[in-house]
């Protein structure tokens, strides 16, 4: 007998529970590795025994989908289902079995579905990996059941209920009555930590076209699938996952082919596979790898659903995708628990435009501010972007990508006109104060372990009356202070109490429509004899940001705090 997880039980429930209530069409959303197959394999033992003489119809799109509930019927519950499972497929048909597995393609063949129900109506109907259900064969086969039998009860369990197409499982279910998502089930100790590392390739996908919400193939495998990439994934699997399993996914199969050859030829083991791969030699090929005799399986697509591969701790993906769906697929091979597992470790290998591809972030919903990575100066083989996911969200100990997400979100939020330059400093010019003193906030670039300081810089005012008449003013040398040190969250806090006690509000707050107007020919003159300050096309509010800016740091370059240019 299966011994259910607690979430595993509630999704039974909660399925039962909605039909009950006269709720037919159902889905159950669970994470790729928290049991999918247990919980209907469950469902349909409970609901099979409860109603003598009822059938049920579990559906998948592939041989291995198959193959799994069938040997698990055998294996976990006490009832003899062996002998009551039929598969229909290919040249199997036993289609008069109380429970029949079948793929799709077998059953959209004419005659095939009508053998089986020939036999009798299905009361029952199971479809796995359920985000391909409102694809035409889908819905004409669950169609022609619930003509056969307008009572037809019907669940749906995928990993991954949205679809890159956009095309909605609404128009197939009545309700999601369950759900447990990767989020969830690595909070709840069902599947490990992640770790995640964003490797810089220098390739661009700008080029590359979209098609039903997704990069096309062939152009993407054009420009990700070449020598440079291949060698950057070796190598990084050598660096970060030498002692791991790996599953890596390309776009082609050709490149899958190459990857393979690519790993061979340095030494770690490698095997490619893909849907045109004789059935004996992908078989033989997971018998390898859960043996450990095989390192790393490169493949296209083909072990993104619906194969148990618990010993991989390693995923290289090396195919940019827009699709959630795809990325959860791909990433959700690697999470499953497994004696000495610790973690998954996500290689992900970007191109330049990370703002437009999926990301681990995305789909934990602790999204990374991807342009916090977007830069173009980073060497081949950087790690640009990384953090730690086990149920809290971390950046990795050191990666600069965190004190520039944590920036980036200040000054989203803030109501001061912060000014951040290239090399992550940042001032606010919080304008002259009551006691005729202008005064700057500073933040240095990161020092050792990203600790910052915060400067305080202040020059007096003077004001005289010259002989005319008229009052002008003396500038007082900067005078410097430390205000703080440490983390960015340390200093944010004591930055923003100062700006709201002595800010100019129509100076230093962002919304002021004078900041928007062009910059003034005074500003420019002045602008153009300062190291730094000047820029093309620079509206009057941000030339006054960058002035301030670089004025500041030059004094605290000759008072010797900072050694930045």
Request: aromatic share 8%.
């Amino acid at each position: 007998m299966i011994q259910r997880r607690d979430y595993q039980d509630q999704a039974v429930e909660a399925v039962r529970d909605a039909w009950e209530k006269g709720v037919s069409d159902v889905l159950v959303t669970a994470a790729t590795g928290t049991g999918k197959t247990a919980i209907f394999l469950s469902l349909l033992d409970e609901v099979l025994i409860d109603n003598p003489g009822s059938r049920a119809l579990i559906i998948a799109h592939r041989k291995e989908l198959i193959d799994q509930p069938k040997a698990r019927l055998s294996q976990y519950f006490e009832c003899a289902w062996d002998a009551q499972t039929g598969i229909v497929m290919a040249d199997s048909d036993e289609a008069d079995r109380r429970i029949t597995v079948a793929t799709i393609q077998t059953l959209a063949t004419p005659g095939r579905l009508e053998r089986i129900l020939s036999h009798g109506a299905i009361d029952y109907l199971i479809l796995d990996e359920c985000h391909h259900s409102t694809a035409d064969s889908y819905v004409n086969v669950w169609q022609q059941l619930k003509n056969a039998n307008p009572g037809l009860l019907h669940l749906g369990v995928t990993a991954t209920p949205i679809r890159g197409d956009g095309d909605g499982l609404a128009k197939v279910y009545q309700a999601e009555v369950f759900h447990y998502g990767i989020r969830e089930a690595i909070i709840g100790r069902s599947l490990v930590n992640v770790r995640w590392l964003a490797i810089q390739t220098r390739v661009s996908v700008k080029d590359v076209t979209t098609s039903g919400g997704d990069f096309v193939a062939k152009r993407l495998a054009s420009v990700m699938e070449v020598d440079n990439v291949f060698d950057l994934v070796v190598e990084s699997h050598r660096q970060y996952a030498a002692d791991r399993q790996a599953i890596a996914f390309t776009v082609s199969v050709e490149g899958a082919e190459r990857l393979a050859e690519k790993f061979n030829s340095n030494g770690i083991s490698a095997v490619a596979v893909s849907a045109n791969t004789n059935k004996h030699v992908r078989s033989q090929a997971i018998k390898d790898y859960d043996a450990g005799h095989i390192k790393v399986l490169c493949n296209v697509g083909i072990y993104t659903e619906g194969v148990d591969l618990p010993t991989a701790s390693c995923i290289h993906q090396i195919r940019p995708t827009k699709s959630d769906s795809l990325y959860v697929q791909m990433m959700g091979r690697a999470l499953r628990l497994w004696p000495g597992k610790e973690d998954a470790l996500i290689l992900d290998y970007c191109p330049k435009e990370k703002r437009n591809i999926c990301m681990a972030g995305d789909v934990l919903g602790v999204t990374i501010r991807k342009d916090a990575i977007v830069k173009d100066s980073e060497e081949e083989g950087e790690v640009v972007g990384g953090f730690t996911f086990d149920g809290k969200f971390k950046y990795l100990e050191g990666n600069p990508a965190d004190l520039i997400a944590r920036q980036l979100d200040y000054l989203d939020l803030s109501p001061w006109s912060w000014y951040r330059a290239e090399d992550n400093s940042m001032s606010l010019d919080l304008g002259e104060g009551s006691d005729h003193t202008e005064r700057v906030l500073f933040v240095a670039p990161a020092g050792a372990e990203n600790e910052l300081t915060l400067f305080g810089i202040g020059r007096k005012i003077t004001k005289l009356v010259n002989a005319d008449g008229y009052e002008t003013s003396e500038k007082s040398p900067y005078v410097i202070k430390i205000i703080a040190s440490g983390t960015f969250a340390d200093l944010q806090e004591r930055a923003e109490m100062i700006a709201n006690r002595r800010g100019n509000f129509g100076l230093a707050q962002k919304k002021r429509n004078w900041r928007k107007q062009p910059a003034s020919d005074k500003q420019i003159k002045f602008a153009r004899h300062i190291k730094g300050a000047f820029k093309a096309g620079a509206s009057r509010g941000e030339m006054a940001q960058r002035i301030t800016h670089c004025l500041a740091r030059k004094n605290l370059m000759i008072a010797g705090f900072i050694n930045v240019v």
